[in-house]
């Protein structure tokens, strides 16, 4: 199986790595929109990039709109009839993704950016013609951050009621800094009150998921030790909480990151005590990464039979939608368009005709460019005789 020969199980990345400083890693612009583990990407950013390119500023990313409220805007304001036909744009593009999406199942969705107060996330989805989506409940590279106050808590619930959006299919992503499992105290105690100030953030927005890169070694500890601690940081966030379901993210193996063999995933759901508020965020590119296909109809079944076996489909509350710069295996942690990358489209179209996938908060973390082509091409994959 194709599957089984390109993922190596015993292999243990033991290239050096630089630590989780948040001061590193706030220096270096990042390659790649979303998602990858800070140990491993700022050691790789800094080989491309020179030193002193790396304060330089650079076209702001989706990602990086997400720090803005914190700096001021330097932007020049636009005119009242510029942001008219802008919202007119909109709102038809927002139509063509919802007349696509039809009567579908797939809730699709995208990462989308909280600059200028965390209600602006839910009207950038609108925008879009978002049925889910995630985003950053605060500075995702920094540790501290400013309270949130009530009065963002109820600008939040009445762009929700404003949209009709559902607070069902909202999942925030945890900050990049975190490592649930470090063998390193200080980093492991800076995840465990930072988690829980971001869980408790879902609990005031009424926010039921939230999901999180589960971690790494750093080289330090076992792939167990790294799994066990994860799983109590879990049960430490679980019970000063109340009504959020945790999500663990399907990662790429990149570096000494955990939670890229479906079988750690297991590991750790097994050591959580409440099991009605684990689950798992599958990611279509770090799966592709970590060695499972999904390219060919018998591969994918292959793929998500063993994921029914060793985790369960039950666990399964989210998907993100990314394509694979990286080959199979390569455990790179490299976005793509849908459609443009190494899993191409046929690889989406099971998924999007698969009916366990239905009714889950399905949410796009690819390059930006236009996030609706890819809900409608998503869409145009159904088949829907
Ligand atoms: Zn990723
Ligand atoms: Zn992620």
């Known amino acids: 199986m194709p599957s089984r020969t390109t993922r190596s199980r015993t292999k243990q990345n033991v290239k050096p790595e630089v630590s989780n400083s948040p001061t590193i890693a706030s220096l270096v612009p990042k390659l790649e ?39 001021a805007s ?41 600059a200028g107060g ?15 989506f995630a985003l950053f409940l605060k500075n995702q590279r920094q540790w501290a951050s400013k309270p949130l106050e009530d009065s963002a808590v109820e600008k939040f619930k009445n762009a929700l009621q404003e949209c ?19 063998p390193d105290k200080d980093i492991l105690e800076k995840t465990r009150n930072a988690m829980l100030d971001e869980v408790q953030r879902c609990e005031r927005l009424g926010i039921k998921l939230y999901n999180f890169h589960s971690g790494s070694t750093t080289n330090k500890c076992t792939v167990e030790e790294c799994l066990t ?32 063999h479906f079988e750690e995933l297991r590991s750790i759901i097994d050591q959580v005590e409440d099991k009605s508020r684990i689950g798992v965020c599958l990611d279509t590119c770090h799966i592709f990464a970590a060695g499972y296909d999904i390219r060919s109809e018998t591969v994918y079944e292959e793929t998500m039979s063993e994921f029914e076996r060793i985790v369960g489909f039950k666990y399964l509350k989210a998907v993100h939608l990314n394509d694979s710069k990286g080959a199979l295996g390569s455990h790179l942690d490299r976005h793509e368009n849908i459609g443009k ?37 998503l869409h145009s994959l159904e088949d829907r005789k």
Request: charged share 25%; aromatic share 4%; net charge positive.
């Open 118 to 132: 965390i209600e602006q996330a839910v009207y950038n989805a609108r925008q879009m013609g978002c049925r889910s």
């Open 341 to 377: 990358g190494l899993i191409a489209k046929a690889g989406f179209s099971f998924l999007m005709n698969d009916p366990r996938f239905n009714r889950l908060p399905m949410i796009l973390e690819t390059p930006e460019g236009s996030y609706t082509d890819e809900m409608i091409l």
């Open 33 to 71: 929109v979303n998602d990858d583990v800070v140990d491993t990407v700022v050691e790789e950013d800094i080989k491309q990039v020179p030193k002193k390119q790396q304060r330089k500023k650079k076209a702001p990313s989706a990602e990086e709109a997400d720090v803005k409220p914190l700096v």
């Open 229 to 260: 601690t994860v799983a109590e940081t879990i049960n430490l966030t679980l019970k000063k909480t109340r009504g959020v379901t945790l999500l663990i993210e399907t990662m790429s193996r990149q570096g000494n990151t955990v939670g890229g």
């Open 164 to 182: 009709d959006f559902p607070v069902e299919r909202i999942v925030p992503h945890s900050s990049y800094l975190f490592n649930l499992g470090s």
């Open 74 to 114: 330097k932007k020049p304001k636009k005119e009242a009839k510029d942001i008219k036909e802008e919202m007119l744009q909109q709102s038809a593009v927002a139509a063509q993704v919802l007349k696509a999406a039809g009567s579908s199942l797939k809730w699709l969705g995208v990462h989308v950016s909280a």
